[in-house]
């Protein structure tokens, strides 16, 4: 296929993590191409300036944020911004006819007074928020498809939805019950200088953080809530571990039925994912790790029971630049070209 009959793409915020793992993942994708890359601080440099080992892929020069120059070039468009700022550019994208995919949390939300509540900001885009579609394939894939407008699931979300969707669809917990205990690598705080992503900081030391007000609580809510039919609310305390990448999420909740076994669960789990290819239900007694997941826009899931507890305890693996945040991007793309979900995706990582 020559590159006149590729998908022009542009990349907002192309200079953090997020957006390289994008143009990484774009470069070797059949069907797409980047041509345009955007961001302030680093408007002006080539992309090889900031990221030399992608020299030899791309020649692009980063240029400063130009909304009618990205709709001219672009027929999608995703957005690796901090939050607040997606919400002040998806408009003008939108009614140029772009398709727009956010990966900030600006369009994840149902009510914009729970964003406001909880990132803050002036939104005068309710219009256009409501018609954005929940960037999380295995749930919403059939939204998806028809989407103009995609806000990209957060990626300690993703990690926590796949392990809690089919335990609430089915009803097979008591949804107040359920407690999140996830940890990720540092690459979840972004390329910024912050202390607690120093090395001397974060190596050799373990330490739970935003407890009980971490911003993806309330996401996660919001789709919990629509999976049991009513509104819940979940305990999530996540936590910085000593490694780059990845994100381990250790799930428990009370079963309604304490009769349930592992293999029960097992059985449901894999027939809940049978048609989500990025989704890996582990054999009986197998837990997953972050290193299985690293490089590929896979979930892997474990599942135990605790019969002395009549719990449930759900483990999931993702690495978190990749299905936690432009993996994600690339699938609801896929999906919303009509293309096949799986299209330029790693499902192969390096091990060890």
């Known amino acids: 296929m020559g590159d006149l009959e590729r998908v022009p793409v542009g990349i907002v915020g192309a200079s953090g993590y997020g957006g390289v793992q994008l143009v990484r993942l774009l470069a070797d994708h059949p069907q797409a191409e980047v041509v345009y890359l955007g961001g302030e601080s680093s408007a002006g440099k080539p992309f090889s300036s900031l990221y030399p080992h992608l020299s030899n892929w791309i020649d692009l020069t980063v240029e400063a944020i130009d909304l009618d120059k990205i709709a001219s070039k672009c027929q999608v468009v995703f957005l690796s911004l901090p939050n607040g700022l997606a919400y002040q550019m998806a408009p003008k994208l939108l009614e140029k006819g772009c ?9 994840r939300f149902t009510n914009l007074e729970t964003y406001k509540a909880w990132y803050g900001g002036d939104r005068q885009d309710a219009a256009i928020a409501s ?20 806000g990209c699931a957060g990626c300690y979300v993703t990690a926590s939805l796949l392990a809690l969707a089919p335990l609430l669809k089915q009803g097979i917990i008591i949804p ?18 912050e202390i607690n992503l120093l090395l001397a900081e974060a190596d050799n030391s373990l330490a739970a953080y935003a407890v009980g007000r971490h911003r993806h609580t309330p996401e996660i809510e919001q789709i919990c809530s629509d999976l049991a039919g009513h509104d819940i609310k979940v305990q999530f305390t996540p936590h910085l571990i000593p490694m780059v990448r990845g994100i381990l999420t250790t799930v428990y909740a009370t079963l309604r039925d304490p009769g349930l076994v ?6 449901i789990f894999n027939a809940f994912y049978r048609n989500s290819p990025w989704v890996k239900i582990l054999p009986s007694g197998v837990y997953p790790q972050t290193k299985w997941a690293c490089g590929t826009n896979l979930c892997y ?52």
Do not use: H
């Not at 999140?180 to 200088?193: E, F, L, P, Q």
């Open 99 to 107: 398709k727009v995919l956010d990966l900030s949390a600006d369009y």
């Open 131 to 150: 018609t954005a579609v929940y960037g999380l394939p295995e749930l919403y894939r059939d939204r998806i498809k028809t989407a103009q407008l995609v």
């Open 176 to 193: 107040e019950t359920a407690i999140v205990d996830a940890k990720s690598g540092t690459s979840g705080g972004g390329r910024k200088a």
């Open 262 to 267: 592992r293999e029960d669960l097992l059985t």
């Open 301 to 352: 899931i474990g599942v135990e029971v605790d019969t002395r507890t009549d719990r449930v305890i759900v483990m999931s693996a993702i690495d978190n630049l990749i299905k936690g945040q432009a993996g994600q991007g690339v699938q609801c793309m896929n999906l919303m070209m009509g293309w096949e979900e799986t299209l330029g995706l790693p499902q192969l990582g390096f091990y060890p």
